[in-house]
């Protein structure tokens, strides 16, 4: 048997390495990116035929990734519909959706795409797992749907997971600045993994083995909706006693040690928060383990659109008042919708039909809710005049806080941006 692991070395030291990602969503495109910035081969798959086409264009389909850096990528990668493409690869890194279905984690992405992968393995192919998973997801189901048996691990193939930590958005955490966790399933796995990792982004962080690492990823992300939700819930109390929680949390933050200020909002959204953690608790359930605080931050977080609803009720009397929300994004700065609250919400008030509805986003530039089709807002004096009652929901960068201040009637704002006053409530 060939020496692999010793092959592979000479690659990665000669930048002689066949790169294959397999789905170029948020995750993928932005490593695609990153390593056709080096000498070795890249190449990018996506089913989605509209995806390919664009970046062929040029065309960034991410708000935060410009054009300018497709096109750039474009002159040392190959991006196409066809896995005849990842034939003989070195690497090949799995950036595929695991959503939920039925509350219960959804692995159909996965399976299917090791269907097409697996006759195009080669010996000596180093394969690594960054979608987010449940622990055992890359030893037991990338395994044995890639028919790794066949091979022998740690010699002539090698595999691991690296969860992804992106913050998108935040131009602070671009990913050469976020420390990399890695695993691997053998010595040597874990070896070559970390110098790939090791070409794109200078911190990497070794994982003890790939359940510690695709378990660490869970627990990142659990520990941030718990928190949220606690948030969110004191906020419920707060309301009551008319304190404001934002002053709450900005007072107690001035603690040096042991507080880190976590921030309600309308609820959470997004692909991982309200997601990530079922994908533990689904685990724990087979285990006979209860996950009380997981199934509390789906229990309170599902119930923030209706609060903030029941609040608009409350102030806001009159059947067909104009209401406009702002932000439908899960998270500001973003053109992603996933598991919006934004959306949730505008849903509530569509399914009453209680008021006039509209909305206004910089990245979203039509919605349909119900059958009917909706253009975003533009935010100038006049349109904001129109509208009995506007509803922060995402706190885009974009909008124009002092014209919505000074034009609008009635804001609520769930997102503590606007000073309390006798036109701004803040829930
Ligand atoms: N987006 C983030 O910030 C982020 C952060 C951490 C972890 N993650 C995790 O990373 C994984 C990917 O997330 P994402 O946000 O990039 O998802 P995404 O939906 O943006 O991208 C996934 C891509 O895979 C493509 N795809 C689907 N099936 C395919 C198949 N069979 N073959 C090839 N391509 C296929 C889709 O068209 C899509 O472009 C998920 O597990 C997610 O939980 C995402």
């Not at 081969?41 to 089913?47: L, M, P, R, S, V």
């Not at 009159?318 to 929300?325: A, H, Q, R, T």
């Not at 059958?371 to 807002?377: C, L």
Request: with cysteine.
């Amino acid at each position: 048997m060939s020496n692999y692991y010793r092959l592979n070395l000479k690659k990665i030291r000669n930048s002689k390495l066949k790169i294959s990602i397999i789905g170029l969503g948020y995750v993928g495109l932005n490593l695609l990116i990153h390593f056709a910035k080096t000498k070795n081969e890249i190449f990018g798959i996506d089913t989605d035929k509209k995806k390919i086409s664009l970046i062929k264009k040029g065309k960034s389909y991410i708000n935060y990734i410009t054009d300018r850096s497709i096109k750039k990528t474009n002159k040392n990668s190959i991006c196409s519909t066809d896995y005849s493409l990842i034939k003989n690869s070195d690497v090949i890194i799995l950036c595929l959706p695991t959503p939920l279905k039925n509350n219960q984690p959804d692995l159909s992405y996965l399976k299917r795409s090791c269907k097409k992968i697996k006759s195009k393995i080669k010996e000596g192919t180093i394969i690594v797992l960054e979608s987010t998973s449940y622990p055992g997801t890359t030893e037991n189901f990338i395994y044995k749907n890639l028919n790794l048996y066949k091979y022998e691990l740690g010699k002539n193939i090698f595999l691991g997971f690296s969860p992804e930590r992106e913050d998108p958005g935040n131009n602070k955490f671009s990913i050469s600045k976020i420390p990399k966790v890695i695993s691997g399933k053998t010595k040597k796995c874990l070896k070559l993994i970390e110098l790939i990792y090791k070409i794109i982004i200078p911190k990497i962080v070794k994982a003890e083995s790939i359940k510690v690492a695709e378990t660490s990823k869970l627990l990142e992300n659990v520990y941030r909706a718990v928190n949220v939700t606690l948030v969110n819930e004191i906020k419920l109390i707060t309301n009551k006693l008319n304190i404001d929680i934002f002053d709450v949390i900005n007072t107690a933050k001035t603690k040096p040690f042991g507080f880190q200020a976590f921030y309600p909002g309308p609820g959470l959204g997004g692909h991982c928060l309200p997601v990530d953690p079922l994908y533990l608790s689904y685990v724990a359930k087979k285990l006979g383990v209860r996950s009380t605080f997981i199934e509390l931050t789906k229990k309170i977080n599902s119930k923030v659109p209706y609060l903030i609803y029941a609040k608009l009720k409350s102030i806001l009397k009159i059947k067909k008042s104009k209401v406009l929300v702002l932000g439908v994004t899960y998270k500001a700065n973003v053109n992603d919708t996933r598991e919006s609250a934004g959306l949730k919400l505008l849903e509530i008030i569509k399914k009453n039909n209680t008021y006039s509805l509209s909305y206004s986003d910089p990245y979203v530039k039509t919605l349909v809710i119900g059958s009917k089709k909706y253009n975003s807002v533009k935010i100038n004096k006049q349109n904001i005049k129109k509208f009995d009652c506007i509803i922060l929901i995402t706190n885009h960068k974009k909008f124009n806080y002092d014209i919505i201040k000074k034009n609008s009637k009635l804001i609520l704002d769930t997102r503590g941006k606007f000073r309390v006053s006798d036109k701004v409530l803040r829930i």
